[in-house]
């Protein structure tokens, strides 16, 4: 099975993602999206697969998200994911990707789901 994780590897959840599909065989391929973030059109085909909303894919933890207002409810998607690509540190990781799904990995086990 192939699988694409848009890691970071200074994130301990994401570090053990990777970990859990490594041990699963998988064939992964690492994108370490800080340095090479996906698209505005990859992350809204991203999220439409997980089946979650550019709100839910944010790092709200993050204080860049804090500071430009993107926590605000009235703050739309489009938004969101504008902020995103000109800021990827604001997008929540791990996202892994296999044939049968997309799943933004937190907990870690998550990935399971897509194996």
Same mark, same amino acid.
């Given at each position: 099975?192939?699988?694409?994780?848009?890691?970071?590897?200074?994130?301990?959840t994401?570090?053990?993602?990777?970990?859990?599909?490594?041990?699963?065989?998988?064939?992964?391929?690492?994108?370490?999206?800080?340095?090479?973030?996906?698209?505005?059109? =990859?992350?809204?085909? +991203?999220?439409? @697969?997980?089946?979650?909303?550019?709100?839910? %894919?944010? *790092?709200?933890k993050? /204080?860049?998200?804090?500071?430009?207002g993107?926590?605000?409810?009235?703050?739309t998607?489009?938004?969101?994911?504008?902020?995103?690509? =000109?800021?990827?540190? +604001?997008i929540? @990781?791990?996202?892994?990707?296999?044939?049968? %799904?997309? *799943?933004?990995?937190? /907990?870690?086990?998550?990935?399971?789901?897509?194996?």
């Amino acid at each position: 099975m192939k699988a694409l994780i848009h890691h970071n590897p200074a994130c301990g959840t994401s570090r053990k993602t990777l970990e859990i599909l490594q041990e699963s065989g998988a064939d992964v391929t690492v994108n370490e999206y800080l340095k090479t973030p996906p698209s505005r059109d =990859e992350l809204k085909r +991203l999220y439409d @697969r997980a089946g979650i909303s550019p709100r839910e %894919g944010l *790092r709200s933890k993050e /204080p860049l998200a804090e500071e430009l207002g993107l926590t605000r409810p009235e703050v739309t998607d489009e938004a969101i994911l504008d902020a995103m690509v =000109e800021h990827p540190i +604001l997008i929540e @990781r791990p996202i892994v990707e296999t044939d049968k %799904g997309v *799943r933004l990995c937190r /907990p870690q086990d998550t990935v399971r789901e897509i194996l």
